[in-house]
């Protein structure tokens, strides 16, 4: 079976851009979380849908926003880019909400600001 | 919200050593702890994890322990091997409708062939 996909691997943008990051989750899982890790720390906590609908959110700006489709795959959205906003975007699946569903991460899209 | 503190940041132990890594967190609502392995450029995977009605659990030469009195829970990896190099997280959840999970900083665990 196919792990949590995400595409694309890298990508290089400048400030101000805006980017889409995807992510197809395990097949059967319905829950999709999306992580922030800046090189040298733990996955930050940005956004969790279960059921095409925004569960949790973290302590992220406004400019980061996301959905799930119908398929129960996720795109995140980061307008108005920031160097700060370079950093391995994590995405990661299981099958509910509840803590008794383990959560299985995909490799990351690496973005990279100018 | 959730502080999950962990510690060593870096482990250095000889082939056949134990490891052992240590993680805090603050809220005594957290019941849900996974451990996480990241190997360089690779994706977190999870090796192991413990919920809070559970003290401790074993899986081969991988176990946890979990002290909610203290909010407290320890890694500990039996009779390391070289493949067991790379950095270790620690988590916490609280089922609070999303079950996001916070992180600690990660240890760094090298095994010296």
């Known amino acids: 079976d196919a792990g949590v996909t995400q595409s694309p691997t890298h990508l290089i943008k400048t400030r101000g851009q805006h980017v889409t990051l995807r992510c197809s989750p395990i097949s059967g899982h319905k829950s999709v979380s999306w992580y922030q890790q800046v090189l040298g720390q733990g996955p930050q906590f940005i956004f969790q849908?279960?059921?095409?609908?925004?569960?949790g959110r973290g302590n992220f700006p406004d400019r980061f926003s996301a959905r799930q489709f119908p398929n129960y795959s996720s795109e995140l959205n980061v307008n108005a880019l920031l160097l700060g906003d370079s950093a391995l975007y994590l995405c990661?699946?299981?099958?509910?909400?509840?803590?008794?569903?383990?959560?299985?991460f995909g490799d990351g899209t690496r973005l990279s600001i100018l | 919200g959730e502080n999950v503190e962990q510690h060593p940041s870096t482990l250095s132990v000889q082939e056949g050593d134990s490891a052992v890594i240590k993680c805090t967190y603050s809220d005594s609502a957290s019941n849900y702890f996974p451990w996480y392995k990241q190997e360089l450029g690779k994706r977190p995977q999870l090796i192991i994890d413990i919920r809070s009605n559970v003290g401790e659990k074993k899986d081969q030469r991988i176990a946890v322990t979990l002290n909610k009195t203290a909010k407290h829970f320890s890694l500990h990896i039996t009779e390391t091997q070289p493949e067991d190099s790379a950095v270790y997280f620690c988590a916490a959840s609280i089922r609070t409708g999303a079950n996001n999970l916070f992180f600690g900083t990660g240890t760094r665990l090298t095994v010296i062939p």
């Open positions: 990661a699946s299981s099958l509910g909400q509840g803590i008794n569903q383990p959560q299985h």
């Open positions: 849908y279960y059921e095409k609908e925004e569960r």
